[in-house]
């Protein structure tokens, strides 16, 4: 697995941000928030997810993600946050609150989630129907999550994860978000007071990752002390 860490000098006095990415992507694409971030005083660390970017393996599950992250999470932390996008807040959530067993724990002390589901039926469900499976087929898949990730789809609800955990969260989403609709950070906005919800227009689901208010607003969040 491929890490890369950031540090300017005397940085880490503050701790660790761990830079989760999305599907299709790569660690690359989160290296926005890692100058702002090393400038305040945190030591920031992203990585590859299997399959991803200069990682090994050919296939990305759930149990595959929360594994890498918590290999990532010991041995660069304690991690005062996780800056995460897209499917890699689900392997962020599903690792804070410990949904796939026989997983390591992890713990951070803060949550961002930029453009991330809500749901992974859901995102199953949209899966399905768009490759054409019937009500059988469809059961089947989900049977299968169920192997591989040892608890049915029904166990990596966000609101329901987030609720479990109750760390200080923020969550960003664009309005014009056409992988994720914006229906999905209001759903994760539901989980409690202690998740702020931010909405943004015109960025989308990537160009999300390079915007300045996004970027500003992620390190503000990470950097305040408040709860």
Request: proline share 5%.
């Amino acid at each position: 697995m491929q890490a890369y860490v950031f540090e300017a000098r005397g940085a880490g006095r503050r701790g660790t941000v761990l830079l989760v990415h999305g599907w299709s992507s790569e660690a690359a694409f989160m290296t926005a928030f890692a100058v702002p971030l090393c400038a305040a005083g945190f030591r920031v660390v992203a990585f590859d997810l299997p399959a991803h970017g200069a990682s090994t393996g050919r296939v990305l599950d759930m149990p595959l993600g929360v594994a890498s992250l918590a290999a990532v999470a010991r041995a660069f932390g304690p991690l005062h946050a996780m800056v995460t996008h897209s499917f890699g807040g689900a392997i962020a959530l599903a690792a804070l609150a410990d949904s796939v067993p026989g997983q390591p724990a992890v713990s951070a002390g803060r949550l961002a989630m930029v453009a991330a589901p809500s749901s992974v039926k859901r995102i199953t469900r949209r899966f399905g129907a768009g490759i054409g499976l019937g009500r059988r087929g469809q059961a089947a898949l989900e049977r299968r999550i169920h192997t591989i990730a040892g608890n049915p789809v029904e166990a990596f609800e966000g609101p329901a994860q987030l609720a479990a955990i109750r760390l200080p969260t923020l969550v960003i989403h664009d309005r014009q978000d056409r992988e994720l609709d914006f229906g999905h950070a209001e759903a994760l906005a539901t989980a409690g007071s202690f998740v702020r919800l931010e909405e943004t227009s015109g960025f989308g689901h990537r160009r999300i990752l390079q915007a300045k208010p996004v970027i500003e607003s992620v390190t503000r969040f990470v950097c305040t002390e408040e709860v």
